[in-house]
């Protein structure tokens, strides 16, 4: 117990002072995985929408595909990236291994089946009979889906959260592909599994409590765009 | 009702185009940030900002790493090269497998006899030897498998047969470092295949991780590892280790630090010219002092010798270090 509280104080500590390094990996972490969220989303939100408007052969069993990679291992993804961003692999002419950019690419495709899937199922618990309603008013198609969209916000807005969550959290991607380089990819969560594996158990402690303030900090200001 | 759910949207996307835009700055702020803190080295000096930026990649072995040498020399070489230098934290192995990928554009590796395999495919040329220094057994300080005073390989086979009893445990790097290469050497010595030993039973333990990890799981359960005395020294001031060293000073201890550049005839890519100037500077008289004299403040002793003073059988010839490599010709 000693060892956590220890912990908790050099957290306050280092955010008190503005330790420059851990605010500079902090600020990383928090940018990766703001970029991750928000690519993922534009991709995401309107492709889950198409899915969902639409009635084609396979859909249940795409549906259940999505929802089985929602446990896909961070390690997996990353070595998957890593395989494909190295100098000799299929994109390695793009020279992003070892980048901010490639943690993104790996990120992005993490969260992608979780916000499809959450999305997707948002979608489908927006009442049938408003939707009825609207069209049998007049609206158009694109209208009820902006309507569906509107309705289905708070689950939307549960799905990005979600996604954020598992994109600033995950450990096996940035160590893959980003390689923990220091001032270039060093994340909260590669900083910790350093730290930690440097026999420094208090910074890493005082890193996992700042990645959770970050976190909180984020959804709080979600939910207040939600609720608005 | 919808207008002003239109003009929310607009609000969120207004914001999250903010921070897409904000987030793209993310690789220059990054390294703006690292160029303006202070070097680590303790001087207090800035680093100048360093334009255009040119990123130097290499792979270094976790024992360099571990003990803070590489955060004390980076500075010095990004401002001697006018370079970014990025450091990837890897085991023998897994620096040599960056590398026949062209990865990274040097390797620093300490495993001669994969080094060797690797030069003869062609991946790496220009292989220089920089520092060297020695391993250790260490284990409980009662040393219930009594091993002091013993030979590397008495002692690992005294290891064997008390492990088998289930009096102590072993815990081994097991991963293709030029550490666990060492490992598998010393087993070779003391006339045991490796691969039954690494099968024979639960006192053989597979870590999986770098030294000073591995150091610390075998410290938590009082077992026994094989250390570069390096990264035993540090970790043993910094968490104070239960665990002591018992076998010193056997010639199979010897390790032999390299840097390899990447040959540039197998990656395009890969940065020759930078990769030259560095070997050459490791192998020069002002870094050679450095690792001298790094950690003798706080250690007492240095951590890692200058190659020249390398003597002993095993060391390597003196060309593998006085030699500057030559200037890149396509």
């Known amino acids: 117990m000693g060892e956590l509280w220890d912990g908790f104080l050099k957290a306050l500590e280092l955010i008190y002072t503005f330790d420059p390094e851990v605010m500079q990996i902090a600020g990383r972490s928090l940018s990766i995985g703001l970029t991750s969220i928000v690519i993922g989303s534009v991709i995401c939100i309107p492709l889950a ?5 639409n009635q084609f052969w396979g859909k249940r069993f795409l549906v259940s595909l999505i929802q089985t990679f929602y446990s896909i291992p961070t390690v997996v993804v990353g070595l998957f990236v890593f395989v494909m961003l190295s100098n000799v692999g299929p994109l390695g002419g793009l020279g992003l291994l070892f980048s901010p950019a490639a943690i993104v690419v790996g990120q992005v495709l993490l969260i992608t089946p979780i916000l499809l899937g959450l999305v997707i199922s948002a979608f489908r618990g927006v009442d049938q009979t408003i939707l009825d309603t609207a069209r049998s008013m007049g609206a158009s198609g694109w209208q009820v889906a902006v309507l569906v969209i509107k309705e289905a916000r708070f689950g939307v807005m549960a799905a990005v959260i979600m996604g954020f969550g598992r994109a600033i959290s995950e450990v096996g991607i940035s160590l893959m592909v980003g390689g923990n380089i220091r001032g270039v990819t060093r994340v909260i969560t590669t900083a910790i599994s350093l730290e930690s594996s440097k026999g420094d158990i208090e910074l890493a402690l005082a890193l996992g409590m700042i990645l959770i303030f970050i976190s909180l900090v984020v959804n709080i200001i979600m939910n207040r765009i939600q609720q608005k | 009702m919808s207008f002003k759910w239109m003009n929310r949207k607009n609000v ?3 914001l999250l185009i903010g921070i897409l835009l904000a987030s793209m700055f993310l690789p220059s702020v990054g390294c703006g940030e690292k160029e303006t803190t202070t070097s680590p080295a303790g001087d207090g000096t800035d680093f100048p900002l360093h334009d255009p930026m040119v990123r130097f990649k290499i792979a270094t072995t976790t024992s360099l790493y571990d003990t803070g040498l590489w955060y004390h020399l980076e500075p010095i070489f990004e401002e001697l090269a006018n370079v970014e230098m990025d450091i990837v934290y890897a085991g023998t192995g897994i620096a040599l497998e960056y590398g026949r990928r062209g990865d990274v554009d040097a390797i620093i590796v300490h495993d001669k006899a994969r080094e060797d395999v690797f030069l003869a495919d062609g991946y790496g040329i220009n292989r220089r ?3 060297y220094n020695f391993f250790l057994i260490a284990g409980p300080e009662n040393d219930p498998a009594g091993i002091t005073g013993l030979s590397a390989a008495d002692s690992f086979k ?3 047969e008390e492990g088998m009893k289930g009096n102590v445990k072993f815990v081994s790097r097991g991963d293709e470092s030029g550490t666990h290469a060492k490992e598998k050497l010393i087993w070779g010595e003391a006339g045991y295949d490796y691969e039954e030993i690494r099968n024979s039973g639960d006192w053989y333990v597979e870590a999986g991780k770098g030294m000073g990890p591995t150091l610390l799981m075998a410290n938590e359960m009082g077992a026994y590892v094989l250390a570069d005395i390096s990264t035993f020294l540090a970790y043993n001031l910094k968490s104070g280790l239960d665990i002591v060293s ?5 010639p ?11 040959n540039p005839e197998m990656h395009s890519g890969a940065k020759i010219d930078i990769a030259n100037q560095f070997i050459n500077w490791l192998i020069s008289d002002e870094v050679q002092e450095i690792i001298e004299a790094y ?3 706080e250690y007492g002793r240095s951590l890692f010798f200058p190659i020249a003073g390398c003597d002993i059988p095993g060391c390597p010839p ?13």
């Open chain 1, 49 to 53: 929408g198409l899915i969902h408007f």
């Open chain 2, 12 to 14: 969120l996307f207004a």
């Open chain 2, 129 to 131: 030897n920089f520092a």
């Open chain 2, 158 to 160: 005294k290891l064997y």
């Open chain 2, 246 to 250: 018992l076998v010193e000073k056997d």
């Open chain 2, 252 to 262: 199979i201890f010897l390790n032999v630090y390299a840097a390899i550049a990447i």
């Open chain 2, 295 to 297: 950690g003798k403040a």
């Open chain 2, 318 to 330: 003196v060309e593998a270090y006085t030699e500057p490599v030559p200037d890149y010709k396509p």
